[in-house]
């Protein structure tokens, strides 16, 4: 495991918050490490529920949160450690690793680098009412929607700490990207918070990121930055951003452990229409929750790599089956896979996600069109053009 040192003291805020998820705790299983490989602690559940997964007995499902004030100061619990889903390995899970060594492909599992799709386009010009989203590797999408250009997780860099290279080439040149209208951030690990990326942005541009994280942009003096908890939202020309739960955790240094937020997020267009954006995370039950949340969701991004050892990976990071279910769980018209063909994290040969994903998709029964695996730096454009009602989640409330 590398373990990288960046300060995240000097969180300033006026605003009390309290934390909109109530969490009860139980162990579990683990694994983890390195760069998003990891996570620690007990298990954030919904209320009630002593198993981790829905009950049909359940209270119903709390109205939608209206909008947050933007770049609102907040204050914040000290740790988020109650809302893992897994605790850190223990000693003997610790010991295995050593024993078992680095959790990288072998050479047969690396021949295949030359044949990773890659096949950089331009970024497709759309109007207000039309979503595309563009693949520049990883977790970073250039999602056009509700007439904003969004960037996920934006990493343009060749190397991340404690990684190797990058295998595939950046899918989308810097140059070649529309005016960045805002960014969101699942969480703080480093393949997906990269700062010489974030630099190249203007200090102005707003910046959605988990509760807790709002001081690492600060620092850096960006001066629209909103964080948020789970189930919260906020509004940016009448594009709701919607940030939610995900089997994941946070770590940027040796003594922040779990100090800020990991989720994923739910993009609303003025119409209606829907995309989501996974983040980094394992599969659970967050994915029926947040589909019955957030009904009608047009495409989800979805990860697929970085899953072999099961038994180090399996809390944090879907393999492709369970990305496929996990959209099965959303309630998601179409998936598009990410989190693999860029970074080398894991041991799976570097083509299996692929193919992989495309098998459990044909065996579900699902329609080949409705998967859209991209080559890095391809794009898609969603056509549904028939007329759509503002999309409202259960007992929204309306702004």
Same mark, same amino acid.
């Given at each position: 495991m590398t373990q990288q040192s960046e300060s995240t003291s000097g969180r300033t805020?006026?605003?009390? @918050?309290?934390?909109?998820?109530?969490?009860?705790?139980?162990?579990?299983?683990?694994?983890?490490?390195?760069?998003? @490989? =990891?996570?620690?602690? @007990? @298990?954030? /559940?919904?209320?009630?529920? $002593?198993?981790?997964?829905?009950? !049909?007995? %359940?209270?119903?499902? $709390?109205?939608?949160?209206?909008?947050?004030?933007?770049?609102?100061?907040?204050?914040?619990?000290?740790? *988020?450690?109650? #809302?893992?889903?897994?605790?850190?390995?223990?000693?003997?899970?610790?010991?295995? *690793?050593?024993?078992?060594?680095?959790? #990288? !492909?072998? #050479?047969?599992?690396?021949?295949?680098?030359?044949?990773? !799709? *890659?096949?950089?386009?331009?970024? !497709?010009?759309?109007?207000?009412?039309? &979503?595309?989203? =563009?693949?520049?590797?990883?977790?970073?999408? &250039?999602? /056009?929607?509700?007439?904003?250009? &969004?960037?996920?997780?934006?990493?343009? =860099?060749? +190397?991340?700490?404690?990684?190797?290279?990058?295998?595939?080439? &950046?899918?989308? %040149?810097?140059? %070649?990207?529309? +005016?960045?209208?805002a960014v969101v951030v699942s969480h703080n690990h480093y393949d997906h918070l990269d700062a010489p990326t974030l630099r190249r942005l203007p200090r102005d541009t707003p910046v959605f990121v988990p509760a807790g994280l709002a001081g690492w942009f600060r620092r850096r003096r960006f001066t629209q930055v909103t964080e948020l908890d789970w189930w919260e939202a906020a509004e940016l020309s009448r594009v709701r951003f919607d940030f939610v739960p995900a089997h994941h955790w946070s770590k940027r240094t040796l003594v922040d452990t779990c100090r800020s937020l990991w989720g994923g997020w739910v993009l609303t267009a003025p119409d209606g229409q829907r995309v989501y954006f996974a983040g980094d995370t394992g599969y659970g039950h967050w994915f029926t929750r947040i589909g019955e949340r957030y009904p009608g969701i047009d495409l989800a991004l979805l990860p697929i790599g970085a899953y072999d050892p099961r038994w180090w990976l399996s809390d944090v990071h879907c393999d492709p089956e369970e990305a496929v279910r996990a959209a099965q769980d959303l309630g998601a018209r179409r998936m598009a896979p990410m989190h693999w063909a860029t970074f080398v994290l894991s041991a799976e040969p570097v083509l299996e996600p692929l193919t992989r994903v495309r098998a459990a998709w044909e065996k579900a029964g699902l329609d080949r069109e409705d998967l859209w695996d991209l080559p890095v730096g391809g794009s898609r454009v969603l056509n549904d053009r028939t007329a759509r009602r503002p999309a409202q989640g259960r007992g929204e409330l309306r702004a």
């Open positions: 805020a006026t605003t009390r @918050t309290t934390p909109t998820h109530k969490a009860t705790t139980h162990k579990t299983t683990t694994n983890t490490a390195g760069t998003g @490989t =990891s996570s620690t602690g @007990t @298990t954030a /559940q919904e209320p009630g529920d $002593p198993t981790g997964h829905p009950s !049909p007995l %359940a209270a119903p499902l $709390p109205p939608l949160a209206a909008p947050r004030p933007p770049g609102e100061r907040r204050v914040w619990p000290r740790s *988020f450690h109650d #809302r893992l889903t897994a605790p850190l390995p223990g000693i003997k899970t610790l010991a295995r *690793f050593a024993r078992e060594g680095a959790v #990288r !492909p072998g #050479r047969e599992g690396l021949a295949d680098i030359p044949l990773l !799709p *890659f096949e950089p386009g331009p970024v !497709p010009r759309v109007d207000a009412d039309t &979503v595309a989203v =563009s693949w520049a590797g990883h977790a970073s999408w &250039v999602v /056009q929607i509700g007439g904003l250009t &969004v960037l996920t997780d934006p990493v343009w =860099s060749r +190397r991340i700490l404690g990684t190797p290279a990058r295998i595939t080439p &950046v899918g989308v %040149a810097w140059s %070649a990207l529309p +005016r960045v209208d």
